[in-house]
């Protein structure tokens, strides 16, 4: 193949790879939704699970898109340097984003600022969003794929609180987002959080903290106590599946962090909904592929 | 109408003040019949622009909801996809709105405020929510599209006037006594929150 067709085989593939993660949950989320439903036994949050449940099955049935907002794309890659497609990769993901939108089909969601048009092809300036992560020594690339629909995108907000906030800040932070904007964001919700320095660094941490798998951990240990506090804690709060209350609230939740100034701790929260899609597949240099969050898909 | 079916609550319009009188908030019912889809713009041409709906919504249902519609032949339309849209942003209209179609069951997603509280307790009708994120569920309830006025709203604005049939799993949100669940649950969730809050901390102090 030279590199043309490369770039081709590989828009391809993105095509039909973000039409898949429209129509189908990844298998980490389907299992934790299974399992809530089972731990829930109030009539209305049976009910509720039991309409997700049958909702994904006419989804992927009937080839739909599960829920009518699929989001604006937004794509975290981690390219190796020396990746045959670096120069090409933005360019072909905005046209494999357009490619799908007809063939999925997905709901035109780009509505340039200022100017305030729909570009009526779900693309515009900045969008999909493409994050950034070049890997040295390395000839692959792994590429997560997000659809940020509107009701979940709402809840995030970033700050930087004082140091004398401490950890008991970044609680309350987080926990106040949950009763506000966080119960009309579709729960079970991933809550991602992040600790750093400013608003930006916060912000893009709490958003690749969605991306993690269900049931990660924080490699630091007062990190990872944070994460099961503070699920335990929305949990108590009992939002329950679309927040009219229940057992339990999030699938998950999930903290990155990096080192801070001794000044400021920038914390920011993201949430993922219920209907949370994300995808995560990897090339070689050859455009040979491994999905990991979705089983049975050939693209 | 109201019937128990293989114990599901179902409603049938034309719906009358009866028939919800004893429909409570937390309940679940479903739909037969009429349901029209209804947000933003055509609220605020009734409200605003003193303009009559063209659909007819008296004793029925409409939707808080912006659908993905395909045309067929004939003038005739199929619902792909279709989900409820924040029904807060009709509230500033619903008072009004109400009053004026006599329409019976409002749907949406997420609780509404005062103004519709008002007036599901004064001109007997209820909010519910449709669970949201389940488009293809909703759309395949919908039997038929029988009609689709002030086109010039575009697809998502357009008053789609549906068949469907045992539309649901709708959640009664504000009951004909004006109670509102969203607003009784944020006060639980609220001290929920503030106890968890002082679980939390008592771990977390790792700034010594
Ligand atoms: S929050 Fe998620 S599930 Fe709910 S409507 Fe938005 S995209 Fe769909």
Redesign the interface.
């Known amino acids: 193949m030279d590199k043309r067709e490369q770039a081709e085989q590989l828009t391809r593939y993105m095509a039909n790879f973000v039409d898949h993660i429209g129509k189908v949950l990844p298998d980490d989320i389907i299992a934790k939704l299974d399992e809530l439903a089972e731990k829930e036994d109030s ?2 949050s049976r ?2 699970y039991s ?2 449940k ?2 994904q099955k ?2 992927k049935e ?1 080839n ?6 699929t989001g604006v794309l937004q794509f975290w890659v981690k390219c190796g340097a020396s990746f045959p497609l670096i120069g090409e990769l933005e360019g072909l993901l905005k046209e494999a984003v357009v490619k799908a939108t007809f063939q999925a ?1 997905l ?1 035109h969601n780009s509505v340039e600022t200022f100017d305030e048009y729909n570009t009526g092809k779900n693309v515009g300036k900045g969008t999909p969003t493409v994050f950034w992560d070049i890997v040295p020594d390395s000839n692959g690339c792994e590429i997560y794929t997000y659809m940020a629909g509107g ?1 979940c995108t709402l809840p995030g907000k970033a700050m930087v609180l004082m ?1 004398g906030a ?3 800040g ?3 932070f987080v ?2 987002v ?2 506000s904007y966080g ?2 964001a ?1 729960p079970p919700l991933l809550v991602g959080v992040g600790v750093a320095t400013s608003v930006e660094t916060a912000a893009l941490l709490s958003k690749k903290a969605l991306m993690r798998p269900l049931g990660s951990r924080n490699e630091n240990e ?1 990190a990872a ?2 994460e099961k ?2 699920e ?3 949990n ?4 329950g ?5 229940g057992k339990y609230s999030v699938m998950g939740v999930h903290v990155e962090n990096t080192a801070r100034h001794p000044s400021t701790i920038g914390v920011a929260v993201n949430v993922g ?3 949370h899609r994300r995808g995560h597949i990897i090339f070689d240099k050859d455009l040979n592929y491994r999905i990991t969050t979705h089983s049975e898909v050939t693209l | 109408m109201l019937e128990i079916k293989d114990g599901k609550k179902i409603l049938t319009t034309p719906v009358s003040a009866e028939d919800l009188a004893e429909i409570r908030i937390g309940d679940i019912v479903y739909l037969n019949g009429s349901m029209t889809t209804c947000r933003d713009v055509a609220h605020r041409r009734l409200v605003e622009a003193g303009r009559k709906l063209p659909v007819d919504v008296r004793d029925a249902a409409i939707f808080h909801a912006g659908p993905i519609i395909r045309p067929l032949e004939n003038d005739k339309f199929e619902m792909v996809s279709v989900g409820p849209t924040t029904s807060m942003r009709m509230e500033k209209f619903e008072k009004e709105f109400v009053e004026q179609t006599g329409v019976k069951v409002i749907i949406g997603k997420g609780g509404m405020g005062p103004n519709t509280e008002y007036a599901c307790k004064n001109y007997k009708a209820i909010h519910c929510v449709f669970p949201a994120g389940n488009a293809v569920v909703a759309a395949t309830e919908v039997e038929e599209i029988v009609d689709a006025q002030w086109r010039d709203l575009g697809m998502p604005e357009t008053l789609w006037h549906c068949r469907v049939r045992e539309f649901g799993p709708l959640i009664v949100s504000i009951d004909t006594e004006g109670r509102n669940l969203f607003e009784e649950n944020k006060v639980i969730f609220n001290e929920r929150k503030e106890k968890a809050i002082e679980e939390i901390c008592k771990q977390v102090s790792f700034i010594k």
């Not at chain 1, 108590?236 to 939002?239: F, M, S, T, V």
């Not at chain 1, 599946?241 to 209350?245: E, K, L, R, S």
């Open positions: 009539p209305l009910v509720i309409t997700m049958r909702n006419l989804a009937l739909r898109p599960s829920c009518q907002d089909p709901r009701g140091p401490g950890y008991e970044v609680t309350r926990m106040d949950m009763t119960l009309n579709c007062r106590l944070m506090l503070l335990d804690g929305i108590a709060i009992g939002l599946p679309q927040g009219m209350g909904c219920w209907s």
